[in-house]
Nanobody, 119 residues
C-alpha cells in the first residue's frame, strides 16, 4: 500500500522560507516520478514542481527561481525548498507519486500540508 506523508508546512511572512518534506512508503519503482501540487480555496489545482527517476526537474513559471524540488532516494523522501515566499503561495501543498510524470496527477496523493504566507 502506497503512503505519502507531507510535513513542514506552516505560517511565514512574505519573503520567508519553508521546506516541505514528503516521506513515501510502498512505492514499487525507485524511478517513480514525484512532485508537488497545490490548491488554494476557490482556485484550481496547480502543478508546482516535478522530479523524475533521472533527477530531471520541472517547475511552474510562478515558482521558478524561488522553489527547488529534490529527493533523497535512501530516505524515500521528497523535498520542496521554498524561498522568497509570497502571499499568493498560500495553499495546501500535496505530494504526488506516479510511475511516469506524464500522468502524475493520476497517481498517489498525500493528505496535504498547509502553507500560509502573510504580507
Amino acid at each position: 500500500q502506497v503512503k505519502l506523508v507531507e510535513s513542514g508546512g506552516g505560517s511565514v511572512q512574505a519573503g520567508g522560507s519553508l521546506r516541505l518534506s514528503c516521506t513515501a512508503s510502498g512505492l514499487t519503482y525507485r524511478s517513480n516520478c514525484m512532485g508537488w501540487f497545490r490548491q488554494a480555496p476557490g482556485k484550481e489545482r496547480e502543478g508546482v514542481a516535478t522530479i523524475d527517476g533521472d533527477g530531471v526537474t520541472t517547475y511552474a513559471d510562478s515558482v521558478k527561481g524561488r522553489f527547488t524540488i529534490s529527493k533523497d532516494n535512501a530516505k524515500n523522501t521528497l523535498y520542496l525548498e521554498m524561498n522568497s515566499l509570497k502571499p499568493e503561495d498560500t495553499s495546501i501543498y500535496y505530494c504526488v507519486a506516479s510511475r511516469y510524470c506524464i500522468n502524475l496527477s493520476l497517481g498517489f496523493w498525500g493528505q496535504g500540508t498547509q502553507v500560509t504566507v502573510s504580507s
